[in-house]
């Protein structure tokens, strides 16, 4: 088994997400329920999480004094919406499981490196 960062963007996900419908909001959770259903089918699902608006982040940037910048790490129109962290036999299954996500997101997919010591 592997572990798997999904990181779902969404162009203007906060804004978009606060005028969505009833009807949409509940396609979306409906969306979810089926990821969760099919990841703890063929895996597990470690962690998944919402985050807060970007305007909230605080990036600590490199340097020798570490300065704090207010928001992101990177001004784009898409914003990170929420993250999941699975761990399936493969990449394959994490593809076939991400493509379960509300079809509004992006979604990369990236390997958890397993960290030596």
Not at 33 to 51: I, K, N, P, Q
Request: net charge negative; charged share 25%.
């Amino acid at each position: 088994m592997t572990k798997f960062l999904l990181l779902m963007t969404e162009q203007d996900h906060f804004d978009r997400w606060e005028q969505a419908d009833e009807a949409l909001q509940a396609r979306v959770a409906t969306d979810f329920e089926a990821f969760t259903e099919a990841v703890e089918a063929r895996g597990a699902l470690v962690a998944g999480e919402a985050l807060a608006r970007p305007d909230q982040a605080r990036t600590v940037r490199p340097g020798p004094d570490r300065p704090v910048t207010e928001g992101p790490y990177a001004e784009t129109a898409e914003q990170l919406g929420g993250l999941w962290i699975i761990d399936m036999p493969g990449m394959d299954e994490a593809v076939a499981a991400a493509a379960l996500l509300p079809a509004e997101y992006s979604v990369e997919i990236r390997p958890i490196s397993q960290a030596e010591g």
